[in-house]
Structures are given as structure tokens and as C-alpha cells.
């Protein structure tokens, strides 16, 4: 789980860096999604993206994951520049340096919770014994060690979305991109989620995180506005942002929330 | 995975492979029925006497499975057949010739013409064609063989020791015989294949047969006939022997002299007439393989389809996948695996199917099982390519699915 070695929390050490990134979109006329973008996300931060509906986070954070490629402009994710990367590389960049946690949880419906955590391993052709391994003990951070050869339909929301943050870390990726992780949860669920966030960011992790809702975003160490493809300003909320019940730590967040599996399907 | 997507649709995925099912199933049977079959043409026909050979002169018009004492011209004279035996690698040689009956009586009941086989005795022999009641008849006496369909051809049925009246075609004369034997039905070549159940009467040249001619090289008056059989000493003789027997004919034989313009000699062999079967047997084959490759394709298409239609499905999976890292290359082999699978599966359990009908087959009409290895390998290979090429074009369009529209796709 030491995701960095170098993690001493140096703003200076970009492990996302955006610079003059523009999205266009070709319907009939140009639309504008992203203008001018710039923005550095340093090593270990925690960061929340906040704007409204259609204002560009998603494709923001597509692009910052290698899903998309921008129109112009330059992006570097942990040193390398992944706009001049060919498929194949931004595919490699994807298994190796990007977490995804996604608001819909997007597990593969006939895996079981161990083989969607350890499915990233088989693109990278690690023998089949570690990614088990490997899977086994990251479902167990996540408090979903007795789940582990359930199906998805057979776990409750919250379930599905440890899983899903289980498996965004199994490749000991750079950072964490999280669109709506709580999107599809209720606020109990959320809650789960969120200290499981803190738990990984606690050790570590570098977690850029989109919401709709200012108390998720208020996790943050800063929270970025989006508003029509452009970058509004930067809040840095220091000391006053918002962490989830200390009492408990993540953990053991599945092992002792009774209330989460009080919707268990 | 792919292995998965195929058990989570079992009857989707056997409906899908049904196609190549049918398709080798129906090749394999029918080559072990065509196999089977043919091997049990061969046997009739050639049984235990491959070194047989029938000498002719025939008009190249002629069919080219000759019929034994009949057809071809009367060239071969008793010198001949002397000189035919003494040739290198020829065991034995019989003259055979066909006398025209008008017609034939047995007690009240008659039949009209019948052709009368005149050979020596050794003639069955030599054929392979065995008598299974009495005996062969002896030269020079007025005895005849039947074959079974002749002993049953009059109101009452023929046994041996009793007498039979032949009338000549030629002068009307009648000619009284003593059933000596009873002979299996016939197993005069193609005869074999197509009229082996004819009634059939042999009877020794003397005294039976009247052709004569003056033999060119001996200048006396010999009998003259249409073929002469022959066995060679091995099966590896029988190439040399052929070779040798022609050139005797060509050269020196009274034979050459006698023939007509535009006959040519003929030395017959039972492998040539293997061979003939073996040809049609092959046009057979390859008829059938057209059919096969049809509903291969067929079955392509059906897989094809399924596929693409599974791809549309798991788009989703597709961009999931893709986000945590997959590489277009990981998706077409995911896809491609799946179709290599779907067709092999196909084709290994058409073979099984395959086999248990030609075999089903075969002991219905009790013929003699041939399996042919090599059509297995054959099929197992087919049917993963089959897959290949159905798989190729859906698992191209998995591979290059965008992420994005993927994971928005519901
Ligand atoms: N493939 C596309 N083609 C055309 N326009 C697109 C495409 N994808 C996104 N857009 C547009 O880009 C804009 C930004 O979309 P995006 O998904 O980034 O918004 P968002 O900020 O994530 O919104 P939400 O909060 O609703 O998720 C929207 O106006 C959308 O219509
Ligand atoms: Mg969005």
C-alpha cells in the first residue's frame, strides 16, 4: 500500500499536470467542453472537483485517465506526457498509473468481487497466484474479505463501489480518479466510502475526486470549481476541511457497519 | 473469461455452434460411410484374388470395365494363352470365351437367351468365385456350373446331377448337360457392382465352344476367345507382368493379327478397377466436402453474428475493461478466444456426432466400419479457424470500442 516512496508531501511534485488543455467537440459546430485548462495536482494531495452539470468535470478527469485524448494542450501524469502516447501506451498508462472509481461502480456483472479486483493484474500478465493474492488482501483492506466470491447483483451498493476501490488500487496506481464515488450511495454508504478515502489519502494516496455535494468535496484538501470548461478558482481549505468520523478507521469500515448492510441485496 | 461468456449463454452458444455441428457431423459421416462403403466394394469386388488380370481387344468406344467373356473381339487363340502362360510372373491363364444360347430348358420350364461362360475348370479358381455345391465342371464333358441366380431362374429349382438343355443362337442345335455344381453369385468385375445377382452358366471349351481360326504363327486351327484371365505369381508382379503380356501381344501374338482396325489390347487389372471405384468414391468426397464447406460458412456467419451481437451487449464490459488497463490487443484475444472456442467445440462435438452416425450407418446397412483419422484432425483444425475468421471481424470492432462511449452505454 506505499504508494511513494518520494511521498514526503512536496507540493512541488506534480503527479498530474495540465497545462493550456482545451476539449472541443465536433457537432456540426465547434462546442467548447474544456477552455484553456491548467492545474498541478501534487503527490499525496487530496483534491475535489465541484461544478454543475455539464460543466466538464467528467471529461476532465477522462483525460486526466488516459480515456480521452484533449484537442491541445499537454498533460503529464507522474512524469510522462500522455497526449503523444499511442493506444496501446495510454492503455499501459491506464493499468499502471490510474485508479478509476466510477459513480456507477462498473464491475464486470459474471466476475466475482475477487476476479473484478484482480482483473487489472491479467493485462499486465501477472501469474494468476499473485493476482489472487493480491486481490485477497486488498478486498480485506477494503472489509470485504468474507465477500469474495460474490457476484456483484450480490452485493449492496456500498459493496460494489469497495470493490470497485479495491480494484482501483490493485495496480498501485499514482492516483486515485474518482467521478461521483458516492453518487449511486445513500448518505450512510457515502459515509463508508468517504472514510475509506481518508484511510487511503492517510497513507498516502493521491485521490482527485469529483462530487456535486460541498460536504463530500469539503474532504479535500482543496476544492477546484469548475464552471463552463473553465477552472473558476481554487479553494484551499487547510485545516478546515472536513474529516469522516475519526472514531473509525476504513479499515474496518465493512467489518463493523452493521447499518451498511442493512440494505444487503 | 471468454471461456465464462460462453457457459453463462449455454444455449445461445450451442444454437451458435449448431451450424459447424451440422457441418462436420455431416462430413465425417458421410467419409465413414463413403469409406466404409467402398471398402466393402473393394472386397466384393477384388476379394482375395488382387492378382488377377482380364487380357481384351476392344474398341476404345468400349466402357472400360469389361465384362468377363463377354464384349471385345475373339483374337486370342489357344497358342496365345500357351504362349501368355510361359511369360515371366504369370502363375496361371485361362482362355474365356461366351457361346449365345437361344435358349435354355430345364424339365417343363425354359428361358431364353442366356450367355454361356466357357473356361477350364481352374477358371473359378483363378476368379475367386467359389462353387458351394458340387463341383467344377471337367473338360471335355457335358457339364455345366450355375450360378445360384441360374439355379433359380426355371419354375423349379436346379440341383446338381440333374440335366439341362442349351439351345444354340447360332444353329438352333440342342445341347444336353449334367449340372455338376452350383457356383456363388457372380463376381465378374463391375459385374459385381451392377448385375452380380444375374444368372450366369459356365461350361468348359470342349466341348461347348466352336470358334475356331488358323492361328497365324502355327498355321493350324485353333480356338479363338475374347479374353484370356490371368493370375500373376505376387501382387508386385502384377505391374512387370502387364507390361510383359502387352508387349507379347504387340509383337508376336497371333492375336495382333487378328484384330480388328482400332482394337487396342487390354490387360485389366483388379487395381485399376480399385482405382475406378476410387474415383468415384473421391467425386463422392469431394462433393461432399462442398456441402460441408457451405454450411461451415453458415456455421461462420452464425458465430460472426453472435458475436457481434455480444459485443454490442458487453460494450460496457469493453470500456470497463479498457479503463482498468486493456489493451486493444487483450480485447481481440478475449473475443477471438471466445470464437476459437465456439468453433471448436462445434467441430469436436460434430466429429462425435459424426462418427456415431456414420457408424449408426454402417450397421444398419451392415457394411464394414473405416474410420478416417485423418478427417478428425482435420475437423478439430476447421473448426478453431472457422472461429478465427467468424471471430475476427466482431472481436476487431470489441477492440476498437471507445472508452468513454462505452462506459456511458447502458
Ligand atoms: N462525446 C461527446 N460529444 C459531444 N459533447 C459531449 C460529449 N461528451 C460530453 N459532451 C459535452 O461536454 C459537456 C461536459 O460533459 P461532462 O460529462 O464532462 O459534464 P460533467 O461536468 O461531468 O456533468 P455531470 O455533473 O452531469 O456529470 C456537456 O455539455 C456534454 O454535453
Ligand atoms: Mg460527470
Not at chain 1, 454543475?52 to 510522462?80: H, M, Q, R, V
Not at chain 2, 462436420?24 to 466393402?40: C, E, H, K, P, Y
Not at chain 2, 486370342?76 to 491363364?93: K, L, N, P
Not at chain 2, 447360332?170 to 445341347?175: C, E, T
Request: hydrophobic share 40%.
Amino acid at each position: 500500500m506505499d504508494a511513494h516512496t518520494d511521498g514526503e508531501g512536496s507540493t512541488e511534485d506534480a503527479v498530474v499536470s495540465l497545462s493550456g488543455v482545451y476539449k472541443v467537440y465536433e457537432l456540426g459546430e465547434p462546442v467548447p467542453v474544456l477552455d484553456d485548462v491548467s492545474l498541478d495536482v501534487p503527490r499525496g494531495s487530496y483534491t475535489s472537483i465541484m461544478g454543475p452539470s455539464g460543466s466538464g468535470k467528467s471529461t476532465l478527469l477522462n483525460l486526466i485517465g488516459c480515456l480521452d485524448t484533449p484537442t491541445a494542450g499537454e498533460i503529464y501524469i507522474d512524469g510522462t506526457n500522455v497526449t503523444k502516447l499511442s493506444d496501446a501506451e495510454r492503455a499501459m498508462v491506464r493499468g499502471e498509473k490510474i485508479g478509476f472509481v466510477f459513480q456507477t461502480f462498473n464491475l464486470m456483472p459474471r466476475l466475482t468481487a475477487l476476479e473484478n479486483v484482480a482483473m487489472p493484474l491479467s493485462f499486465r500478465n501477472v501469474p494468476r497466484e499473485e493476482r489472487t493474492k493480491r486481490a485477497k488482501s486488498l478486498l480485506a483492506d477494503v472489509g470485504l474479505a468474507d465477500r469474495v466470491d460474490h457476484k456483484p447483483t450480490e452485493l449492496s451498493g456500498g459493496q460494489r463501489q469497495r470493490v470497485a476501490v479495491a480494484r482501483a488500487l490493485v495496480n498501485d496506481p499514482a492516483i486515485i480518479l474518482a467521478d461521483e464515488p458516492t453518487g449511486s450511495l445513500d448518505s450512510e454508504t457515502s459515509r463508508q466510502i468517504m472514510r475509506l478515502l481518508e484511510a487511503l489519502y492517510q497513507r498516502g494516496n493521491t485521490i482527485l475526486m469529483v462530487t456535486h455535494e460541498r460536504d463530500i468535496a469539503e474532504h479535500g484538501e482543496r476544492i477546484v470549481h469548475v464552471l463552463d470548461g473553465e477552472i473558476e478558482r481554487i479553494e484551499q481549505l487547510g485545516e478546515s476541511r472536513r474529516t469522516p468520523s475519526v472514531d473509525e478507521d476504513a479499515a474496518s469500515a465493512g467489518e463493523d457497519a452493521p447499518e451498511g448492510e442493512a440494505w444487503t441485496s | 473469461m471468454s471461456w465464462r461468456s460462453i457457459v453463462g449463454h449455454k444455449l445461445r452458444s450451442t444454437l451458435t455452434t449448431l451450424g459447424v455441428i451440422i457441418g462436420v457431423a455431416a462430413v465425417i459421416a458421410f467419409v465413414t460411410l463413403g469409406a466404409s462403403l467402398q471398402a466393402d466394394i473393394v472386397n466384393t469386388i477384388a476379394g482375395n484374388n488382387q492378382d488377377v488380370m482380364y487380357v481384351s481387344a476392344s474398341s476404345q468406344t468400349q466402357g472400360d470395365i469389361p465384362q468377363l467373356g463377354q464384349g471385345g473381339q475373339a483374337v486370342f487363340t489357344q497358342y496365345d494363352t500357351a504362349q501368355i502362360r510361359q511369360i515371366q510372373g504369370v502363375q496361371a491363364a485361362v482362355p474365356v470365351g461366351g457361346i449365345a444360347t437361344a435358349q435354355v430348358q430345364y424339365r417343363n420350364d425354359s428361358v431364353g437367351r442366356q450367355w454361356v461362360t466357357v473356361s477350364r475348370p481352374q477358371y473359378f479358381q483363378l476368379k475367386g468365385q467359389r462353387i458351394v455345391e458340387g463341383r467344377s465342371y471337367r473338360p471335355g464333358q457335358r457339364e455345366v456350373v450355375l450360378n445360384r441366380p441360374a439355379a433359380r431362374m426355371f419354375a423349379e429349382n436346379v440341383t446338381v446331377g440333374e440335366n439341362i438343355t442349351l439351345v444354340k443362337a447360332a444353329n438352333g442345335q440342342p445341347i444336353n448337360a449334367t449340372v455338376v455344381g452350383i457356383a456363388e453369385a457372380s463376381q465378374d468385375g463391375a459385374g459385381a457392382l451392377t448385375n452380380g445377382a444375374q444368372p450366369s452358366i459356365y461350361a468348359p471349351t470342349d466341348p461347348f465352344y466352336e470358334r475356331t481360326v488358323i492361328s497365324p504363327n502355327t498355321d493350324e486351327q485353333q480356338r479363338v476367345y475374347s479374353q484370356i484371365l490371368v493370375s500373376a505369381v505376387s501382387i508386385q508382379e502384377i505391374e512387370p507382368t502387364q507390361g510383359r503380356i502387352i508387349s507379347y501381344l504387340t509383337d508376336r501374338s497371333d492375336a495382333r493379327v487378328l484384330k480388328a482396325e482400332g482394337y487396342q489390347f487390354e490387360v485389366t487389372t483388379y487395381d485399376q478397377l480399385v482405382d475406378q471405384i476410387r474415383q468415384v468414391s473421391s467425386t463422392f468426397t469431394a462433393y461432399i466436402t462442398g456441402i460441408a464447406v457451405i454450411s461451415l460458412v453458415v456455421g461462420a456467419i452464425g458465430i460472426a453474428n453472435i458475436m457481434l451481437v455480444s459485443v454490442t451487449e458487453r460494450t460496457r464490459e469493453i470500456g470497463i475493461m479498457k479503463a482498468v488497463g486493456a489493451k486493444r490487443r487483450d480485447i481481440m484475444q478475449l473475443f477471438l478466444l471466445e470464437a476459437i472456442l465456439l468453433g471448436l467445440f462445434g467441430s469436436v462435438f460434430g466429429a462425435l456426432v459424426g462418427i456415431s452416425g456414420g457408424y449408426a450407418a454402417t450397421v444398419l446397412i451392415d457394411l464394414p466400419l473405416r474410420i478416417r483419422p485423418l478427417w478428425f484432425v482435420v475437423a478439430v483444425v476447421v473448426g478453431p479457424l472457422v472461429g478465427v475468421f467468424a471471430g475476427l471481424y466482431p472481436a476487431w470492432s470489441a477492440s476498437t470500442v471507445d472508452p468513454i462511449d462505452a462506459l456511458r452505454h447502458e
